[in-house]
């Protein structure tokens, strides 16, 4: 094991270059994968017609789907069909659309959670289906989502790293670059790979036991 | 103000409510009294169209509830509603329960329905605690600030679904006692409660229920001192003697 040569300057900014792509994969697929579970999971919990329904299958389907198998369809089997993206936002899409399905059920079950109460007492006072949403059954859903949320943020995360296989130059991948060039790296690469998974993703989870704490 | 007629509601082939006519007044207070199931819940939340009706016309200020093209939202501003349970927004202070509605279906400004929920906190005795979570508030208290919540809105009826059912017994007292202040002034209101001394001092009609029906209407003196329904007299005696 050679830990001097293999935390040399380069390697490190290299290493530093991949995991800067893995954060901002990440966060690219948190923010709208976010955005798009929580209209799929308002619009079935509205119970809009025909297209809750349509939804509900996808979202099934999507769920039960290796993450992998979706990475390898956007970027592989699009292209087929005349849809071709570069690696990189090819294992975005994939990310997103799989953790917006895996959301929107983390989102519709906290919006199920509340008291049917809550709907009558604001509808009764003259509020609107969407005002009572907004002002009444959101604020009191999310709190409650706040850890499954942040857990499934951290599997985002992690799960960026399936991207290596289309040979996007994330964190994984810039590593086994390095391990690539001299066995004596690889376990010292890999035991610094492991802790910039952790560092990010503990904090993460320390963020969302504060605001876990802070609700109750 | 409020007519019901021919009123009939089915849950799949159960029927809940069967042929109701009743007329309320402006004005009047109304308790609604019966057994467990009878459909008093629902007979109440026929009027604010929480549930809707199957067939039959039920008005309220000469609005049809159950028309499509009737606004909903703008009949409710004039119907206020008190739970069992309260349903106080847990995440918002007793203010912010208080303003919400005024605010966000009246239009007033945050000052203005401050200062109005202020007068009804006042009013149900509890303004010391505008800026506490309703969950550190007592039962009785909560359920004041639904009442206050109600009435912010300014509403001509008040409606009512067992407000004390869920309190401890030394709690019923203040409730009860904001209720009948209300009643006083002159407050149109439908209760369903099984008080009988709120009742017997500010109704002016009993509705006794059963499995679905309105099977007497009469005034609290003579209905308590002897109801005409033997199925009254038979629940009567029971909550008498529980
Ligand atoms: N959504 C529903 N679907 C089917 N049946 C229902 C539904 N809501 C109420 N019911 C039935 O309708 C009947 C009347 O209910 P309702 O709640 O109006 O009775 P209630 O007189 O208020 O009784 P309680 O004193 O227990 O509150 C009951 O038998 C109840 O089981
Ligand atoms: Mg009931």
């Known amino acids: 094991m050679d830990f001097a040569g293999a935390y040399s300057i380069d390697h490190l900014k290299f290493l530093l270059e991949g995991f800067g792509l893995t954060l901002y994969m990440a966060v690219i697929a948190i923010i709208c994968s976010f955005i798009i579970g929580a209209v799929i999971a308002i619009i079935r919990y509205a119970k809009v017609p025909v297209i809750s329904q349509i939804l509900a299958v996808i979202v099934e389907i999507i769920r039960n789907l290796p993450l992998l198998l979706l990475i390898f369809f956007t970027y592989l089997a699009l292209p087929d069909i005349g849809i071709k993206f570069n690696p990189i936002p090819a294992a975005i899409i994939a990310l997103t659309i799989f953790e917006a399905a895996m959301l929107s059920e983390i989102i519709r079950s906290g919006l199920n959670s509340i008291d049917k109460g809550q709907i009558e007492a604001a509808r009764s006072s003259g509020l609107n289906y969407i005002q009572t949403l907004w002002h009444i059954i959101l604020p009191q859903a999310l709190r409650r989502m706040v850890p499954p949320i942040v857990s499934q943020f951290i599997s985002l995360l992690k799960d960026t790293s399936l991207a290596v296989v289309v040979s996007v130059p994330e964190l994984l991948h810039s590593g086994q670059i390095i391990y690539g060039q001299k066995q004596a790296y690889l376990v010292p690469i890999l035991l610094l790979i492991v802790m910039m998974y952790f560092v990010v993703n503990y904090a993460l989870s320390i963020l969302s036991r504060r605001l876990e704490v802070k609700n109750t | ?242």
């Open chain 2, 1 to 242: 103000m409020i007519v019901f007629s021919q009123v009939n509601k089915f849950y799949g082939d159960f029927q809940v409510l069967k042929d109701i006519n009743l007329t309320i007044n402006k004005g009047e207070v109304v308790v609604v009294i019966g057994p467990s199931g009878s459909g008093k819940s629902t007979l109440l939340r026929c009027i604010n169209h929480l549930e809707s009706i199957s067939n039959g016309t039920l008005t309220v200020n000469e609005v049809s509830v159950s028309d499509k093209k009737t606004d909903i939202n703008k009949l409710r501003k004039e119907i206020g509603m008190v739970f069992q349970h309260f349903h106080l927004y847990p995440h918002k202070t007793v203010l912010q329960n208080i303003t919400l509605a005024p605010m966000k279906v009246l239009g007033q400004s945050d000052e203005e329905a401050k200062k109005i929920a202020m007068k009804y906190l006042e009013k149900v005795g509890i303004a010391e605690k505008a800026n506490a979570l309703p969950s550190q508030l007592s039962g009785g208290q909560q359920q004041r600030v639904a009442i206050a919540r109600g009435l912010a809105m300014n509403p001509e009826i008040m409606l009512f679904d067992e407000p004390t059912s869920a309190l401890d017994p030394e709690m019923i007292g203040e409730v009860l006692d904001v209720m009948k202040a209300l009643a006083h002034e002159g407050m149109t209101m439908v209760v369903v409660t099984h008080e009988m001394g709120f009742a017997r001092e500010v109704a002016d009609r009993i509705v006794f229920m059963d499995q679905g029906q309105i099977l007497e209407e009469a005034i609290p003196a003579e209905f308590y001192a002897e109801p005409k329904e033997e199925r009254a007299k038979l629940f009567l005696s029971r909550i008498l003697n529980h």
